[in-house]
Every structure is written in structure tokens, then in C-alpha cells.
């Protein structure tokens, strides 16, 4: 797989705390939300979607939390581990729209 | 990768020469799509397919074309590379049918001299 070395805002959290990244999107009209996240030298990887419909969605150990009225979501990780190092980026569209739009990405990384 | 390849994984080439990138998926999915990454700008579109022989233009296609004869196979062709199109280039993949959720292939590094 492949990465590219991005200048990012990094999030440094200790092993079995609880960690949150933060994305702000830019188009009112957008109704689904994506967050992804990209290992070193691998293609970004599905984490969990949102529409919006809904304010909050959880998965195995991740939330996804929606705030339509100011236009942010935010990624929760629960008990993060090593493995959750990564960089992670949300991805906003409306549906019919064939496009995605990605944001720049965080960086985050577990001290152990 | 959700049954997404993509060939080369890496390549070097020369400035001129004519480059083609090749994705393959066993999913079925009718979309697909080519981005390329690059520090400061995150993913962006270079063209994407929504079916056999349809494809469209997204944000940064110029200097790139691509051909799509198979469900399975989506080709992105730099005519003549240049090294602005030293990058890395993921191709993705949907189905639409339910969600809008784009799915990675694990991308090919390209540098051209």
C-alpha cells in the first residue's frame, strides 16, 4: 500500500484513553458523512458513515457524532491502542452527487 | 482493499513517456474512481467511471485520461508524464446501489523524473 507523508495536525494520545477528532465540512446541502483512516503505506480505509438524519452512529469502539447546525463531525475512539495510529479524514457528499469531498486529515498517534 | 488491486504498485519513469495505471476490482461495483494524493491537498478526483464506457472529469483531469471496456477494470493514462504528476494514485470504488460509501484500492506510487 502506499501513504504520502502529509504535514498534519497531530493528535498524540497515551494507550487506553479515549481520543477525538474533530472535522468541520463546508456544504450545508451535504447528507452523508464518512470517516476514514489511512495507515503508513496503505489506501484509506471505511471506518463508519453517518447520514444526516441522524446526530450520532456508533461502531466497534468508534462514534461518529453529526452537528448540522454548525456544520461538524467528530470521530470518537474509545480505549485507542496502537493499531488505531493513523491518519483519519472525513469525506462529505449529497446524495446523487457521484463526488466526495475529503478533508485534509489529523494525524494521530498512540504512545504506548 | 475490499477486492480492489491496482497495477504497478510502484514506477519510475521519465518525463514524456506515456504512463498507464491499472485498477481492477472483483466487487461488481458500477462506480469507480481515480484520486491522486499529494502533501497539503489530501485526495483529489481525477476522473471517475459510472459504468462501462461512461466516464466523467473531476477536479484535476487535466494531463489524464482514462478508458474503463470492463465492469472490473478502470485504466488512468498520462499521455506524456511530467513531474507535477509525481504522486500517489489511489483508485476507489462504489456500488451507490444503498450508501455513497467509496471503498480504497492500496494505491501506486508513481515518480516521474
Known amino acids: 500500500g502506499e501513504s504520502v507523508g502529509l504535514h498534519l495536525p497531530t493528535l498524540s494520545v497515551q494507550e487506553g484513553d479515549n481520543s477525538i477528532i474533530n472535522c468541520a465540512y463546508s456544504?450545508?446541502?451535504?447528507?452523508?458523512f464518512i470517516w476514514y483512516k489511512q495507515e503508513s503505506g496503505k489506501g484509506p480505509q471505511f471506518i463508519i458513515d453517518i447520514r444526516s438524519n441522524m446526530d450520532k452512529r456508533q461502531g466497534q469502539r468508534v462514534t461518529v457524532l453529526l452537528n448540522k447546525t454548525v456544520k461538524h463531525l467528530s470521530l470518537q475512539i474509545a480505549a485507542t491502542q496502537p493499531g488505531d495510529s493513523a491518519v483519519y479524514f472525513c469525506a462529505e457528499t449529497r446524495h446523487g452527487n457521484n463526488r466526495l469531498a475529503f478533508g485534509k486529515g489529523n494525524q494521530v498517534v498512540v504512545i504506548p | 482493499d475490499a477486492g480492489i488491486t491496482q497495477s504497478p504498485r510502484h514506477k519510475v519513469t521519465e518525463t514524456g513517456t506515456p504512463v498507464t495505471l491499472r485498477c481492477h476490482q472483483t466487487?461488481?461495483?458500477?462506480?469507480m474512481y481515480w484520486y491522486r494524493q499529494d502533501p497539503g491537498h489530501g485526495l483529489r478526483l481525477i476522473h471517475y467511471?459510472?459504468?462501462?464506457?461512461?466516464?466523467d472529469k473531476g477536479e484535476v483531469s487535466d494531463g489524464y485520461s482514462v478508458s474503463r471496456s470492463k465492469t472490473e477494470d478502470f485504466l488512468l493514462t498520462l499521455e506524456s508524464a511530467t513531474s507535477s504528476q509525481t504522486s500517489v494514485y489511489f483508485c476507489?470504488?462504489?456500488?451507490?446501489?444503498?450508501?455513497?460509501?467509496?471503498?480504497f484500492g492500496p494505491g501506486t506510487r508513481l515518480t516521474v523524473l
Open positions: 476507489a470504488i462504489s456500488d451507490r446501489a444503498d450508501t455513497d460509501t467509496q471503498y
Open positions: 466487487e461488481n461495483h458500477r462506480y
Open positions: 456544504n450545508s446541502a451535504s447528507d452523508y
Open positions: 467511471s459510472y459504468g462501462v464506457k461512461d466516464t
